[in-house]
Nanobody, 126 residues
Framework: QVQLVESGGGLVQAGGSLRLSCAAS????????MSWFRQGPGKERDFVAA????????YYADSVKGRFTISRDNAKNTVYLQMNSLKPEDTAVYYC???????????????????WGQGTQVTVAS
């Protein structure tokens, strides 16, 4: 069982930055591939970024490529999402998700994820 708790959301002006954190419980965090998803107002929940269990491969949605960086610290059981050059369209609830995987395969399919956090709100003002 893995519990995920996101933090770091808030209100920021367009062009600003935020760093989200997702703290995981459990001793097997390092065996989980981790991803961030987001759900904007009135929208479906969409994939944002993923990182493999070792942290040596990362993947991004085209909409955030070059602005967001996903990383992880397995010693701290935490995955991060550094968000720079934020835009109003980045406004959403951001969720982290965990998938038991020790391969470099990644997926944007939400049903393939085993655990989800409760989400943290990010609001970007224009």
């Amino acid at each position: 069982q893995v519990q995920l708790v996101e933090s770091g959301g808030g209100l920021v002006q367009a062009g600003g930055s935020l760093r989200l954190s997702c703290a995981a419980s459990g001793r097997t965090f390092s065996r989980y591939a981790m991803s961030w998803f987001r759900q904007g107002p009135g929208k479906e929940r969409d994939f944002v970024a993923a990182i493999t269990w070792t942290g040596d491969s990362t993947y991004y949605a085209d909409s955030v490529k070059g602005r967001f960086t996903i990383s992880r610290d397995n010693a701290k059981n935490t995955v991060y999402l550094q968000m720079n050059s934020l835009k109003p369209e980045d406004t959403a609830v951001y969720y982290c998700a965990a998938r038991l995987s020790t391969s470099h395969y990644y997926t944007e399919l939400q049903y393939e994820y085993d655990y989800w956090g409760q989400g943290t709100q990010v609001t970007v003002a224009s």
